[in-house]
């Protein structure tokens, strides 16, 4: 009986865990706080010694995105890079991935094209959009995905297709639920991510009905994200 409760004490601790690691790395990317995001890097590898917990390495992966994001704010480009790298590496080295695994990964080979050359530059956005199709032959319902091949398209240049998708992809995104399963493992975030690419989208496309468009989903994603700064501070 006492070794049940330990199981079960541990199974909920991870629970618990799995759902507070998001929020905690995302309230420290909007307030930039590198070092406090480094710690939760510091506590998931406590929690994961072996490196056997797929879901936690997932969410060690997000943690060195989002300070390869960081860093770059704060012109520390060898730094930014480095988390990036890291963040590459930990997901490339799991095994039997996840549709999950492949739709961050996406994401990852998106932002590791800020530190290519032109022509590594063409192979991450091939190897981006792969990794969020086998994503979405995983699940079609993972908004993530569906944001990595938008914001690929969107940076695009045109004369190369780009522009010419990406808002049916963000479209998509914003129209599929945060988690796609009832694992409370699963991470939930892009579709703040989605709508702003989508009011980019339109603010500098500029075409007829884009503004009605824009006010539109600008008043959609304020009711959804009231704390993400981004939607106030942009206007057609």
Request: contains cysteine.
């Amino acid at each position: 009986m006492k070794s049940l409760l330990v199981i079960l004490f541990n199974i909920l601790a991870c629970v618990t865990l799995a759902q507070d690691f998001q929020h905690r790395i995302d309230s420290n990317l909007k307030t930039l706080q590198l070092d406090s995001i480094r710690g939760i890097i510091m506590e998931l590898k406590s929690h994961n010694t072996n490196g056997s917990n797929r879901y936690l390495l997932y969410w060690e992966a997000y943690a060195n995105y989002k300070c390869s994001l960081v860093a770059n704010i704060l012109k520390k480009k060898d730094d930014s890079e480095k988390f990036i790298n890291k963040a590459v590496e930990l997901l490339e080295s799991v095994k039997s991935k996840t549709t999950e695994d492949y739709a961050l990964l996406g994401m990852l080979k998106n932002y590791q094209i800020n530190f290519a050359g032109r022509f590594a530059t063409i192979k991450l956005s091939n190897q981006a959009k792969s990794m969020a199709q086998e994503a979405i032959k995983l699940n079609v319902n993972n908004l993530r995905a569906y944001l990595v091949l938008g914001i690929n398209n969107y940076y695009t240049p045109e004369m190369f297709g780009g522009k010419s998708s990406c808002e049916k992809y963000f479209k998509t995104a914003i129209s599929l639920e945060n988690r796609i399963s009832e694992n409370l493992f699963d991470p939930t975030w892009g579709k703040e991510d989605a709508y702003f690419f989508l009011l980019l989208f339109y603010k500098n496309r500029k075409q007829e009905g884009d503004q009605d468009k824009f006010e539109r989903f600008k008043q959609d994603a304020l009711s959804k994200f009231s704390t993400d700064k981004r939607f106030n501070n942009l206007n057609y």
